[in-house]
């Protein structure tokens, strides 16, 4: 085995794995999931078939990801955040033909217990607040926050909140990059 799955955990026969994940604790992977290399699921996650999760995703604890839910590399998710696949359930009724599915693409940041309404296109290095009900798409490195969620500012890949000038242009503290705002959309210079 080229990945870690600690005794409690269960991995169905099929599941796709890739090399240096580490799944924890009661977790339970279900046989058509895909997960990458070097991802890392906390205690008590569930993966659900049909989903596919790149490379160097971090789950944490307590986090459900449903069929149809599609995360790029270096995605992290954290505890409690809840996914939903479809959008007027009923018990009564099977609805597994209507699920819609829900990208959340490379480098996003989802908080604390945040919860994402099926169907939804969450941009690169965006990041979602702890708490905050997304209800439409996320535009790239866009900080959004509250619910319904709504956007607040933009995020440096690195994390950080970013500060433009005059001149629609801002600078991540921590590693230099230079990012331009134009047209309502944030884009990261070369």
């Given at each position: 085995m080229s990945y870690y799955a600690h005794p409690t955990a269960i991995i169905d026969s099929g599941a796709t794995?890739?090399?240096?994940?580490?799944?924890?604790?009661?977790?339970?992977v279900m046989s058509q999931a895909i997960i990458g290399n070097q991802c890392s699921l906390g205690q008590n996650v569930f993966v659900a078939n049909q989903v596919i999760l790149g490379n160097n995703v971090k789950v944490q604890n307590n986090v459900s990801i449903y069929e149809g839910v599609i995360c790029q590399d270096d995605v992290f998710l954290g505890p409690s955040v809840v996914f939903t696949?479809?959008?007027?359930?009923?018990?009564?009724?099977?609805?597994?033909?209507?699920?819609?599915?829900?990208h959340v693409e490379r480098g996003a940041t989802l908080g604390a217990n945040a919860t994402i309404v099926c169907?939804?296109?969450?941009?690169?290095?965006?990041?979602?607040g702890a708490g905050a009900v997304i209800t439409k798409n996320i535009l790239p490195y866009a900080l959004v926050v509250g619910n319904p969620a709504r956007q607040i500012g933009w995020m440096s890949e690195f994390g950080h909140r970013l500060c433009f000038d005059a001149n629609h242009i801002a600078i991540c503290p921590e590693e230099g990059s230079t990012y331009r705002l134009e047209d309502g959309h944030v884009s990261k210079s070369k």
């Open positions: 794995i890739g090399e240096g994940t580490k799944i924890w604790h009661f977790s339970h696949n479809v959008i007027n359930p009923r018990s009564a009724i099977s609805r597994k033909a209507q699920y819609l599915s829900t169907g939804k296109r969450i941009g690169a290095f965006a990041f979602i």
